[in-house]
């Protein structure tokens, strides 16, 4: 299926960042008329998402982050954030609850808010060549008001 619309963004992995990325993406979807709680949930995988290529992919140094956002006629929408930082060893166990590379100031649950807040999430990545996080949700279609 075609997206009926697509943006693509690419950014510096500052931590500043983050906020723009996530705004970016909210702005983009809302012309599917998502609810409040839809568009929290895509906001907050997204910031998870970018949160770690910033902390973990780019670790003491810049990189850049591109994010690719479609949606579709069905109110499918599809993110996908990606950088070309460290990549993930093992994916699995990365995923895991509580799992961090970065000692005690993380939570490690990033992936696990992630799978949480959105329909699907695919993980893939390559040690030395980076990850790519892709996060699916359907924004539910509502009746229109008094018949329009």
Do not use: W
Request: some cysteine; charged content about 20%; overall charge positive.
């Amino acid at each position: 299926m075609k997206p009926m619309n697509e943006m693509q963004l690419s950014f510096p992995s500052n931590s500043s960042n983050e906020a723009f990325a996530r705004a970016a993406v909210s702005a983009f979807v809302a012309q599917l008329d998502p609810t409040v709680g839809e568009l929290c949930d895509i906001k907050t995988a997204v910031s998870e998402a970018v949160t770690n290529c910033i902390v973990h992919a780019y670790r003491n140094t810049i990189g850049t982050i591109y994010i690719n956002c479609r949606i579709y006629e069905d109110g499918k929408v599809i993110v996908k954030v990606r950088d070309r930082g460290c990549g993930i060893e093992d994916i699995q166990k990365a995923m895991q609850p509580m799992y961090t590379t970065s000692g005690d100031e993380r939570a490690g649950l990033g992936f696990a808010v992630m799978q949480s807040f959105m329909d699907r999430l695919h993980v893939a990545s390559k040690p030395g060549k980076g990850t790519s996080v892709i996060l699916q949700k359907t924004i539910a279609r509502r009746p229109a008001k008094n018949g329009q």
